[in-house]
Protein backbone atom coordinates (compact mmCIF):
# COMPACT_ATOMS: atom_id res chain seq x y z
CA UNK A 1 0.00 0.00 0.00
CA UNK A 2 1.53 3.37 -0.66
CA UNK A 3 1.78 5.95 1.40
CA UNK A 4 -1.00 8.63 0.85
CA UNK A 5 -2.62 11.55 1.92
CA UNK A 6 -0.77 13.71 5.08
CA UNK A 7 2.00 10.82 5.13
CA UNK A 8 3.16 12.27 1.63
CA UNK A 9 3.09 15.89 2.30
CA UNK A 10 5.12 15.57 5.42
CA UNK A 11 7.94 14.27 3.61
CA UNK A 12 9.65 17.45 2.66
CA UNK A 13 9.88 17.96 6.54
CA UNK A 14 11.67 14.82 7.19
CA UNK A 15 13.57 15.66 4.60
CA UNK A 16 15.20 18.50 6.15
CA UNK A 17 15.65 17.15 9.89
CA UNK A 18 19.18 16.45 10.83
CA UNK A 19 20.16 12.81 11.08
CA UNK A 20 23.63 12.09 12.56
CA UNK A 21 26.56 9.82 10.40
CA UNK A 22 25.27 7.32 12.85
CA UNK A 23 22.69 7.04 11.85
CA UNK A 24 22.85 6.97 7.87
CA UNK A 25 25.87 4.40 8.54
CA UNK A 26 24.95 2.48 10.67
CA UNK A 27 24.65 -0.26 8.54
CA UNK A 28 26.75 1.00 5.47
CA UNK A 29 28.61 -1.41 3.34
CA UNK A 30 31.08 -2.24 5.73
CA UNK A 31 28.83 -2.76 8.37
CA UNK A 32 29.14 -6.52 9.19
CA UNK A 33 25.44 -7.31 10.53
CA UNK A 34 24.47 -10.87 11.31
CA UNK A 35 22.00 -12.65 8.95
CA UNK A 36 20.75 -15.33 10.51
CA UNK A 37 17.52 -14.45 11.88
CA UNK A 38 17.96 -10.74 10.18
CA UNK A 39 14.56 -8.70 9.14
CA UNK A 40 13.69 -5.23 7.72
CA UNK A 41 9.86 -3.30 7.86
CA UNK A 42 9.92 -0.85 5.60
CA UNK A 43 7.15 2.29 6.86
CA UNK A 44 7.52 5.25 7.85
CA UNK A 45 9.64 5.28 11.19
CA UNK A 46 9.55 7.50 14.25
CA UNK A 47 11.90 7.20 17.36
CA UNK A 48 13.03 10.20 19.81
CA UNK A 49 16.96 10.89 20.92
CA UNK A 50 15.65 13.35 23.70
CA UNK A 51 12.68 15.72 24.93
CA UNK A 52 11.30 17.25 22.17
CA UNK A 53 10.23 20.48 24.53
CA UNK A 54 13.53 20.96 24.77
CA UNK A 55 15.28 20.26 21.44
CA UNK A 56 13.51 20.31 18.55
CA UNK A 57 15.78 17.91 16.87
CA UNK A 58 14.69 15.20 19.09
CA UNK A 59 12.83 13.28 16.87
CA UNK A 60 13.62 11.26 14.33
CA UNK A 61 11.07 11.01 11.26
CA UNK A 62 11.94 8.96 7.91
CA UNK A 63 8.70 8.98 6.07
CA UNK A 64 10.40 5.74 3.96
CA UNK A 65 11.88 4.81 6.58
CA UNK A 66 13.52 0.78 6.80
CA UNK A 67 14.25 -0.49 10.36
CA UNK A 68 16.36 -3.51 10.54
CA UNK A 69 16.51 -6.16 13.51
CA UNK A 70 18.14 -9.15 14.42
CA UNK A 71 18.44 -11.46 17.00
CA UNK A 72 15.31 -8.98 18.95
CA UNK A 73 17.66 -6.23 18.97
CA UNK A 74 17.77 -3.36 16.67
CA UNK A 75 20.58 -2.61 13.86
CA UNK A 76 19.03 0.32 12.88
CA UNK A 77 16.80 2.63 11.51
CA UNK A 78 16.59 5.33 9.30
CA UNK A 79 15.68 6.02 5.78
CA UNK A 80 14.76 3.38 2.97
CA UNK A 81 16.92 4.76 0.10
CA UNK A 82 19.88 4.59 2.31
CA UNK A 83 19.63 1.33 4.45
CA UNK A 84 18.22 -0.94 1.73
CA UNK A 85 21.49 -1.26 -0.34
CA UNK A 86 23.17 -2.57 2.82
CA UNK A 87 20.95 -5.20 3.67
CA UNK A 88 22.86 -8.54 3.62
CA UNK A 89 22.15 -10.63 0.35
CA UNK A 90 18.75 -12.52 0.73
CA UNK A 91 17.49 -10.54 3.65
CA UNK A 92 14.61 -9.37 2.38
CA UNK A 93 11.89 -6.31 3.77
CA UNK A 94 8.67 -7.00 4.78
CA UNK A 95 6.05 -3.92 3.11
CA UNK A 96 4.55 -2.16 5.43
CA UNK A 97 4.50 1.77 3.64
CA UNK A 98 1.79 3.64 4.77
CA UNK A 99 2.34 2.65 8.54
CA UNK A 100 4.48 4.35 11.43
CA UNK A 101 7.06 1.96 13.21
CA UNK A 102 7.39 3.38 16.40
CA UNK A 103 9.48 2.41 19.50
CA UNK A 104 6.93 0.38 21.72
CA UNK A 105 5.24 2.10 24.58
CA UNK A 106 5.59 2.18 28.35
CA UNK A 107 3.51 2.21 30.87
CA UNK A 108 5.33 4.05 33.97
CA UNK A 109 2.59 2.73 36.68
CA UNK A 110 0.02 0.42 36.63
CA UNK A 111 -1.64 -2.57 39.00
CA UNK A 112 -2.77 -5.69 36.86
CA UNK A 113 -4.55 -7.17 40.12
CA UNK A 114 -7.07 -4.38 39.60
CA UNK A 115 -7.90 -5.04 35.49
CA UNK A 116 -11.26 -7.04 37.05
CA UNK A 117 -12.42 -3.61 38.95
CA UNK A 118 -11.35 -1.29 35.97
CA UNK A 119 -14.07 1.34 35.88
CA UNK A 120 -15.56 1.19 39.43
CA UNK A 121 -16.70 4.30 40.40
CA UNK A 122 -16.20 5.68 44.12
CA UNK A 123 -16.44 9.15 45.76
CA UNK A 124 -12.40 9.83 45.92
CA UNK A 125 -9.51 6.97 46.25
CA UNK A 126 -9.78 6.33 49.72
CA UNK A 127 -13.15 5.17 48.89
CA UNK A 128 -12.49 3.08 46.33
CA UNK A 129 -9.34 1.46 47.60
CA UNK A 130 -11.84 0.25 50.55
CA UNK A 131 -15.00 -0.58 48.35
CA UNK A 132 -13.28 -2.10 45.49
CA UNK A 133 -9.29 -2.55 45.23
CA UNK A 134 -8.50 -4.60 48.43
CA UNK A 135 -11.45 -7.17 47.73
CA UNK A 136 -10.45 -7.98 44.50
CA UNK A 137 -6.48 -7.57 45.74
CA UNK A 138 -7.38 -10.14 48.13
CA UNK A 139 -8.17 -12.89 45.72
CA UNK A 140 -4.54 -12.83 44.45
CA UNK A 141 -2.86 -15.35 47.58
CA UNK A 142 -4.45 -18.18 44.35
CA UNK A 143 -1.74 -18.31 41.80
CA UNK A 144 -4.39 -19.59 39.71
CA UNK A 145 -6.16 -17.26 39.51
CA UNK A 146 -3.50 -14.53 39.67
CA UNK A 147 -1.88 -16.51 36.50
CA UNK A 148 -5.11 -16.39 34.60
CA UNK A 149 -5.66 -12.43 35.31
CA UNK A 150 -1.58 -11.80 34.46
CA UNK A 151 -2.11 -13.57 31.04
CA UNK A 152 -5.17 -11.32 30.23
CA UNK A 153 -3.02 -8.00 31.13
CA UNK A 154 -0.68 -8.90 29.38
CA UNK A 155 -2.27 -10.07 26.20
CA UNK A 156 -4.19 -6.58 26.99
CA UNK A 157 -0.94 -4.46 27.13
CA UNK A 158 0.55 -6.23 23.56
CA UNK A 159 -3.04 -5.13 21.49
CA UNK A 160 -2.42 -1.39 23.27
CA UNK A 161 1.24 -1.49 22.49
CA UNK A 162 2.40 -1.64 25.98
CA UNK A 163 5.69 -3.62 25.99
CA UNK A 164 7.26 -2.41 29.14
CA UNK A 165 5.24 -1.41 32.18
CA UNK A 166 6.16 -1.32 36.02
CA UNK A 167 3.44 -3.13 37.24
CA UNK A 168 2.08 -3.41 40.93
CA UNK A 169 1.08 -7.24 42.06
CA UNK A 170 -0.09 -7.53 45.16
CA UNK A 171 1.57 -8.36 48.97
CA UNK A 172 0.88 -12.17 47.75
CA UNK A 173 4.48 -13.41 46.59
CA UNK A 174 2.22 -15.78 44.72
CA UNK A 175 0.79 -12.70 42.51
CA UNK A 176 4.37 -11.69 41.97
CA UNK A 177 5.57 -15.42 40.34
CA UNK A 178 2.60 -15.80 39.12
CA UNK A 179 2.84 -12.15 37.20
CA UNK A 180 6.67 -12.89 35.98
CA UNK A 181 6.73 -16.36 34.88
CA UNK A 182 3.55 -15.03 32.39
CA UNK A 183 5.92 -12.18 31.10
CA UNK A 184 8.73 -14.16 31.16
CA UNK A 185 6.82 -16.48 28.75
CA UNK A 186 6.44 -13.61 26.28
CA UNK A 187 9.66 -12.25 26.92
CA UNK A 188 8.68 -8.91 27.55
CA UNK A 189 10.59 -6.56 29.89
CA UNK A 190 8.70 -6.19 32.98
CA UNK A 191 9.03 -4.27 36.06
CA UNK A 192 7.24 -5.77 38.75
CA UNK A 193 6.75 -5.95 42.66
CA UNK A 194 5.36 -7.07 45.39
CA UNK A 195 2.91 -4.56 47.33
CA UNK A 196 4.10 -3.80 51.46
CA UNK A 197 1.52 -3.24 53.36
CA UNK A 198 1.44 -3.99 57.52
CA UNK A 199 -1.36 -1.69 58.69
CA UNK A 200 -4.55 -0.02 57.50
CA UNK A 201 -5.49 -2.57 55.36
CA UNK A 202 -8.05 -6.29 55.41
CA UNK A 203 -5.97 -8.74 57.39
CA UNK A 204 -6.22 -10.81 54.54
CA UNK A 205 -3.61 -8.48 52.62
CA UNK A 206 -1.90 -7.47 55.28
CA UNK A 207 2.22 -8.63 57.08
CA UNK A 208 4.60 -7.79 58.83
CA UNK A 209 7.51 -5.25 58.18
CA UNK A 210 9.82 -8.04 58.53
CA UNK A 211 7.63 -10.54 56.46
CA UNK A 212 7.42 -7.78 53.68
CA UNK A 213 10.78 -7.48 53.55
CA UNK A 214 12.27 -11.17 53.34
CA UNK A 215 9.67 -11.76 50.71
CA UNK A 216 10.67 -9.20 48.82
CA UNK A 217 14.44 -10.13 49.28
CA UNK A 218 13.46 -13.70 47.97
CA UNK A 219 11.52 -12.19 44.97
CA UNK A 220 14.69 -10.36 44.05
CA UNK A 221 17.23 -13.16 44.31
CA UNK A 222 14.26 -15.57 42.08
CA UNK A 223 13.21 -12.40 39.53
CA UNK A 224 15.44 -9.64 39.32
CA UNK A 225 17.08 -9.59 35.91
CA UNK A 226 16.32 -12.93 34.98
CA UNK A 227 16.02 -12.83 31.25
CA UNK A 228 14.21 -10.03 30.67
CA UNK A 229 11.90 -9.38 33.81
CA UNK A 230 13.11 -6.35 36.74
CA UNK A 231 11.84 -6.30 40.61
CA UNK A 232 10.48 -2.82 41.79
CA UNK A 233 10.16 -2.37 45.63
CA UNK A 234 6.94 -1.74 46.43
CA UNK A 235 5.61 0.20 49.34
CA UNK A 236 1.97 0.65 48.47
CA UNK A 237 1.85 4.39 49.76
CA UNK A 238 2.93 5.83 53.12
CA UNK A 239 -1.10 5.23 54.92
CA UNK A 240 -0.60 0.89 54.83
CA UNK A 241 3.02 1.01 56.05
CA UNK A 242 4.42 1.80 59.45
CA UNK A 243 7.93 3.85 59.44
CA UNK A 244 9.27 0.41 60.28
CA UNK A 245 8.28 -1.23 56.89
CA UNK A 246 9.62 2.23 54.76
CA UNK A 247 12.88 2.08 56.52
CA UNK A 248 13.21 -1.75 55.49
CA UNK A 249 12.14 -0.76 51.96
CA UNK A 250 14.63 1.62 52.07
CA UNK A 251 17.70 -0.49 53.35
CA UNK A 252 16.62 -3.48 50.41
CA UNK A 253 16.85 -0.30 48.09
CA UNK A 254 19.88 0.47 49.06
CA UNK A 255 21.14 -3.01 48.87
CA UNK A 256 20.02 -3.59 45.55
CA UNK A 257 20.48 0.01 43.69
CA UNK A 258 19.14 -1.56 39.98
CA UNK A 259 16.05 -2.94 41.37
CA UNK A 260 12.98 -0.53 40.90
CA UNK A 261 11.26 1.78 43.60
CA UNK A 262 7.31 2.32 42.78
CA UNK A 263 5.21 4.43 45.40
CA UNK A 264 1.64 6.61 45.40
CA UNK A 265 2.69 10.32 46.39
CA UNK A 266 0.21 13.50 46.81
CA UNK A 267 -2.16 11.71 44.77
CA UNK A 268 -5.43 12.98 46.70
CA UNK A 269 -6.39 15.51 49.27
CA UNK A 270 -7.53 13.28 51.95
CA UNK A 271 -4.72 10.84 51.47
CA UNK A 272 -2.51 13.49 52.25
CA UNK A 273 -3.93 14.57 55.27
CA UNK A 274 -3.84 11.22 56.42
CA UNK A 275 -0.68 10.71 55.20
CA UNK A 276 0.51 13.69 57.48
CA UNK A 277 -1.22 12.88 60.32
CA UNK A 278 0.42 9.34 60.58
CA UNK A 279 3.94 10.88 59.80
CA UNK A 280 3.82 14.29 61.93
CA UNK A 281 7.74 15.32 62.00
CA UNK A 282 7.65 15.13 58.11
CA UNK A 283 7.77 18.20 56.18
CA UNK A 284 5.67 16.85 53.53
CA UNK A 285 3.96 13.74 52.55
CA UNK A 286 7.29 13.08 49.99
CA UNK A 287 9.63 13.74 52.98
CA UNK A 288 8.43 10.68 54.59
CA UNK A 289 9.83 8.39 51.72
CA UNK A 290 12.61 10.37 51.38
CA UNK A 291 13.91 10.02 54.83
CA UNK A 292 13.26 6.06 54.73
CA UNK A 293 15.92 6.45 51.73
CA UNK A 294 13.12 5.72 49.04
CA UNK A 295 14.19 8.63 46.79
CA UNK A 296 16.49 7.53 44.07
CA UNK A 297 17.39 7.23 40.49
CA UNK A 298 14.44 4.14 39.70
CA UNK A 299 12.51 5.24 41.69
CA UNK A 300 8.73 6.21 40.42
CA UNK A 301 6.28 8.10 42.28
CA UNK A 302 2.84 7.94 40.89
CA UNK A 303 0.38 11.34 40.82
CA UNK A 304 2.45 13.83 42.32
CA UNK A 305 -0.03 16.41 41.92
CA UNK A 306 -0.05 17.99 45.28
CA UNK A 307 3.71 18.18 45.24
CA UNK A 308 5.11 21.61 46.76
CA UNK A 309 8.02 23.50 44.91
CA UNK A 310 10.74 22.16 47.41
CA UNK A 311 9.23 18.41 47.05
CA UNK A 312 9.34 19.02 42.98
CA UNK A 313 12.94 20.43 43.67
CA UNK A 314 13.95 16.86 45.66
CA UNK A 315 12.51 14.57 43.37
CA UNK A 316 14.45 16.09 40.49
CA UNK A 317 17.93 16.02 42.60
CA UNK A 318 17.60 12.89 43.93
CA UNK A 319 16.91 11.62 40.31
CA UNK A 320 13.12 10.32 41.43
CA UNK A 321 10.56 9.89 38.52
CA UNK A 322 6.90 11.11 37.99
CA UNK A 323 4.61 8.64 36.53
CA UNK A 324 1.81 10.90 35.30
CA UNK A 325 -1.32 9.15 35.30
CA UNK A 326 -3.85 11.54 33.80
CA UNK A 327 -6.83 9.10 33.18
CA UNK A 328 -7.01 8.14 36.84
CA UNK A 329 -6.43 11.50 38.34
CA UNK A 330 -9.56 12.34 36.39
CA UNK A 331 -11.68 9.63 36.93
CA UNK A 332 -11.32 9.12 40.81
CA UNK A 333 -11.21 13.17 41.13
CA UNK A 334 -7.88 13.30 42.76
CA UNK A 335 -7.04 16.55 41.10
CA UNK A 336 -4.44 18.11 37.83
CA UNK A 337 -0.66 17.31 37.77
CA UNK A 338 0.90 20.60 37.07
CA UNK A 339 2.79 19.66 33.92
CA UNK A 340 4.24 23.77 33.57
CA UNK A 341 5.63 23.41 37.13
CA UNK A 342 7.17 19.93 36.57
CA UNK A 343 9.17 21.51 33.66
CA UNK A 344 10.05 24.35 35.93
CA UNK A 345 11.64 22.29 38.27
CA UNK A 346 13.20 20.28 35.57
CA UNK A 347 11.91 16.67 37.18
CA UNK A 348 11.70 13.59 35.13
CA UNK A 349 8.17 12.50 33.52
CA UNK A 350 6.91 9.52 32.42
CA UNK A 351 2.81 8.32 31.64
CA UNK A 352 1.05 5.60 33.12
CA UNK A 353 -2.29 4.23 33.00
CA UNK A 354 -2.06 3.84 36.66
CA UNK A 355 -5.25 0.50 35.50
CA UNK A 356 -7.38 0.33 37.34
CA UNK A 357 -7.60 3.72 38.66
CA UNK A 358 -7.13 4.79 35.07
CA UNK A 359 -9.53 4.19 32.97
CA UNK A 360 -7.96 2.61 29.70
CA UNK A 361 -5.21 0.69 28.94
CA UNK A 362 -4.10 2.53 26.24
CA UNK A 363 -1.58 5.09 25.96
CA UNK A 364 -3.24 6.93 23.11
CA UNK A 365 -6.02 7.37 25.66
CA UNK A 366 -3.64 8.48 28.20
CA UNK A 367 -1.96 11.02 25.91
CA UNK A 368 -5.64 12.67 25.18
CA UNK A 369 -6.36 12.90 28.91
CA UNK A 370 -2.81 14.23 29.40
CA UNK A 371 -3.00 17.05 26.36
CA UNK A 372 -6.66 17.83 28.09
CA UNK A 373 -5.16 18.27 31.63
CA UNK A 374 -1.84 20.47 30.85
CA UNK A 375 -4.53 22.29 28.67
CA UNK A 376 -6.63 23.13 31.80
CA UNK A 377 -3.49 24.23 33.22
CA UNK A 378 -2.62 26.45 30.68
CA UNK A 379 0.00 24.14 28.97
CA UNK A 380 0.27 22.98 25.78
CA UNK A 381 1.67 19.63 25.72
CA UNK A 382 2.84 18.47 22.01
CA UNK A 383 1.91 15.39 20.50
CA UNK A 384 5.71 14.70 19.44
CA UNK A 385 6.28 15.05 23.25
CA UNK A 386 3.16 12.87 24.16
CA UNK A 387 5.13 10.16 21.92
CA UNK A 388 8.01 10.73 23.61
CA UNK A 389 6.40 10.80 27.22
CA UNK A 390 4.96 6.99 25.86
CA UNK A 391 8.38 5.86 24.72
CA UNK A 392 12.15 7.70 25.46
CA UNK A 393 10.71 9.25 28.33
CA UNK A 394 9.14 6.24 30.29
CA UNK A 395 12.64 4.34 29.30
CA UNK A 396 14.53 7.90 30.97
CA UNK A 397 12.50 7.84 34.25
CA UNK A 398 13.57 3.72 34.59
CA UNK A 399 17.22 4.20 33.46
CA UNK A 400 16.99 2.05 30.74
CA UNK A 401 17.64 4.50 27.84
CA UNK A 402 19.35 2.42 25.70
CA UNK A 403 17.80 -0.93 26.30
CA UNK A 404 14.32 0.10 25.33
CA UNK A 405 12.10 3.02 24.17
CA UNK A 406 13.95 4.24 20.64
CA UNK A 407 16.05 2.64 18.10
CA UNK A 408 19.10 3.75 18.14
CA UNK A 409 21.39 0.44 17.15
CA UNK A 410 21.45 -1.87 20.00
CA UNK A 411 18.21 -1.35 21.81
CA UNK A 412 16.48 -4.12 22.46
CA UNK A 413 13.70 -4.18 19.25
CA UNK A 414 9.95 -3.50 21.11
CA UNK A 415 8.27 -2.44 18.35
CA UNK A 416 4.46 -1.33 16.95
CA UNK A 417 3.26 -1.37 13.62
CA UNK A 418 0.76 1.93 14.06
CA UNK A 419 -1.72 2.76 11.54
CA UNK A 420 -2.94 6.30 11.33
CA UNK A 421 -6.23 5.20 9.38
CA UNK A 422 -7.65 2.39 11.54
CA UNK A 423 -10.84 4.19 11.34
CA UNK A 424 -12.82 6.04 9.31
CA UNK A 425 -12.36 8.81 11.75
CA UNK A 426 -8.69 8.89 11.77
CA UNK A 427 -8.37 8.05 7.86
CA UNK A 428 -10.29 11.01 7.02
CA UNK A 429 -8.46 13.40 9.65
CA UNK A 430 -4.94 12.37 9.29
CA UNK A 431 -5.18 12.53 5.23
CA UNK A 432 -6.09 16.34 6.17
CA UNK A 433 -2.99 16.76 8.18
CA UNK A 434 -0.19 18.88 6.40
CA UNK A 435 2.51 18.65 9.30
CA UNK A 436 3.77 15.54 11.26
CA UNK A 437 3.22 17.01 14.36
CA UNK A 438 -0.72 17.49 13.23
CA UNK A 439 -0.57 13.55 12.20
CA UNK A 440 0.39 12.21 15.20
CA UNK A 441 -1.72 14.64 16.94
CA UNK A 442 -4.46 13.54 15.38
CA UNK A 443 -3.52 9.51 16.06
CA UNK A 444 -2.83 11.00 20.42
CA UNK A 445 -6.37 12.52 20.49
CA UNK A 446 -8.19 9.90 18.50
CA UNK A 447 -6.51 6.36 18.86
CA UNK A 448 -6.71 3.39 21.00
CA UNK A 449 -5.99 -0.28 20.43
CA UNK A 450 -7.64 -0.46 16.91
CA UNK A 451 -4.61 1.88 15.59
CA UNK A 452 -1.73 -0.69 16.75
CA UNK A 453 -2.09 -3.02 14.20
CA UNK A 454 0.75 -5.07 15.39
CA UNK A 455 3.50 -5.55 18.39
CA UNK A 456 6.87 -6.57 18.03
CA UNK A 457 8.64 -8.39 21.26
CA UNK A 458 12.17 -8.62 20.89
CA UNK A 459 11.54 -8.71 17.14
CA UNK A 460 9.21 -11.46 17.28
CA UNK A 461 5.70 -10.38 16.22
CA UNK A 462 3.53 -11.21 19.64
CA UNK A 463 0.17 -9.45 18.38
CA UNK A 464 -1.30 -8.96 15.38
CA UNK A 465 -4.39 -7.44 14.89
CA UNK A 466 -7.26 -9.55 12.48
N1 LIG B 1 -2.84 4.74 46.51
C1 LIG B 1 -2.60 3.62 47.20
N2 LIG B 1 -2.97 2.53 46.51
C2 LIG B 1 -3.43 2.97 45.34
C3 LIG B 1 -3.96 2.31 44.20
O1 LIG B 1 -4.06 1.08 44.11
N3 LIG B 1 -4.35 3.12 43.17
C4 LIG B 1 -4.23 4.46 43.22
N4 LIG B 1 -4.61 5.20 42.17
N5 LIG B 1 -3.75 5.10 44.29
C5 LIG B 1 -3.36 4.36 45.33
ZN1 LIG C 1 -1.54 3.31 41.32
Known amino acids: MAAGGGLHRIAAIAESLPMTTTERTAIGAGAVAPAGGMQAYRASVLH????PALDVNAHRWHEDGLLIVADGHVIAAGDFALLQPGLPAGVPWQDHRGKIICPGFIDTHIHYPQTDIIASPAAGLLPWLEQYTFPTEEKFGDGEHAAEVARFFLDELLANGTTTA???CTVHAASVDAFFAESAARNMRMAAGKVLMDRHCPQGLRETAEQGARETETLIRRWHKQGRQLYAITPRFAPTSSQTQLRLAGELAGAWPDTFIQSHVAENTDEIRWARSLFPTARSYLDVYDQAGLLRQRALYGHCIWLDDADRQ???DSGAAV??????????GSGLFDVAAADR???????????????????FRTMDALYKVARLGGSHVSALRMFYFATLGGARAMRLEGTIGNFMPGAEADFLMLDARATPLLARRTAQSETLEELLFALALLGDDRSVQATYI???LLHART
Do not use: E, H, K, Q
Not at 323 to 332: H, I, K, Q
Open 323 to 332: AMCPTSNLFL
Open 345 to 363: AGMRLSLATDVGGGTSFSM
Open 48 to 51: FTGD
Open 458 to 460: AGA
Open 166 to 168: LVY
Open 314 to 316: RMR
